[in-house]
């Protein structure tokens, strides 16, 4: 009987939510509670996504590395699927107390690597599946060379799920044509001078495409989705942005893609 994956996600987030890893620290806007509120539903879609791939190749106990896991939520829902996680971020995260001792209950490894601009420290060929979400904007160097190292630690028949902001969305363009930055506020950068935890690059379709293809990857399956699934109270709004959506799903949020 295959998982259900959503379910299954759902559960984590709502455990995640009710006990933070983050619960002695400020609430807020930048919070743990309102991160993964915010990124619930690509968590979701993520765990489902990956878990139907699993569930079509009929792999016992895949062995499969999430590079900026964060706070664990996708996971965590894989491995109480039967998938053999390992779950990578820089130490102050990964070492936070509350944090291991779920993994140890869930059974996933965690590995912290501190500088991903660096070899990574897995031996080639030693997945089956590499889960990267919303990482890559972070890096503020030439990411070529890391795609190519997910590359490396993937087995032959395996394959990588990524996600990235999508620079060309409906959003980021209004935004342009008003006027206003696409990303962080200049503000944020002097309120907080030495914070690095920006958006340094984002991509659009073609360049995110060309940049697998540079590191390696062959078979690239790109897709749409969102980070929050409009809702708007107005109906007449919202029946116009769903139906824009529908007919141009390139103006979405979130690039996600398949690669191998």
């Known amino acids: 009987m295959t998982p259900n994956w ?11 939510l009710a006990n933070p890893v983050t619960q002695n620290e400020p609430s807020g ?9 915010n990124l619930s539903h690509t968590h979701i879609d993520t765990v489902a996504r ?3 791939k699993f569930d079509v190749s009929g792999l016992a106990r895949p062995q ?19 998938i053999h996680m390992t779950a990578q971020d820089l130490s102050s995260i990964t070492h936070r107390a509350p944090l291991l001792q779920r993994y140890q209950l869930e059974g996933v490894t965690p590995s912290a690597v501190d500088d991903v601009s660096q070899p990574l420290p897995y031996a080639d060929h030693s997945f089956d599946a590499l889960i990267c979400c919303e990482m890559l904007e972070h890096l503020p160097f030439n990411t070529v060379r890391l795609i190519r190292e997910m590359k490396r630690v993937l087995k032959s028949d395996g394959f990588a799920f990524l996600a990235v902001p999508n620079q060309a969305s409906a959003k980021r363009r209004l935004q342009l044509l008003l006027g206003k930055p696409i990303r962080e506020q200049m ?3 002097i309120s907080a001078p030495n914070d690095d935890n920006w958006h340094w690059r984002e991509y659009v379709t073609s360049e995110f495409r060309q940049l697998l293809e540079g590191g390696g990857f062959n078979k690239i399956d790109l897709g749409y ?3 929050t699934p409009p809702a708007h109270p ?3 709004r919202r029946i116009f942005v769903n139906l824009m959506y529908a007919l141009k799903p390139s103006l979405m949020d979130n690039i996600y893609v398949f690669a191998s």
Do not use: C, T
């Not at 664990?72 to 829902?77: H, K, L, N, P, R």
């Open 225 to 227: 989705r969102h980070y």
């Open 187 to 189: 503000s944020s950068w």
């Open 6 to 16: 959503r379910s299954l996600a759902d559960n984590v987030l709502q455990e995640s």
């Open 29 to 37: 806007p930048d919070s743990e509670i309102a991160y993964l509120k």
């Open 64 to 82: 499969v590395l999430e590079m900026g896991a964060y706070f664990g939520v996708v996971s965590m829902a894989l491995a109480r699927g039967g």
């Open 50 to 52: 990956v878990g139907a």
């Open 234 to 236: 107005n109906r007449i």
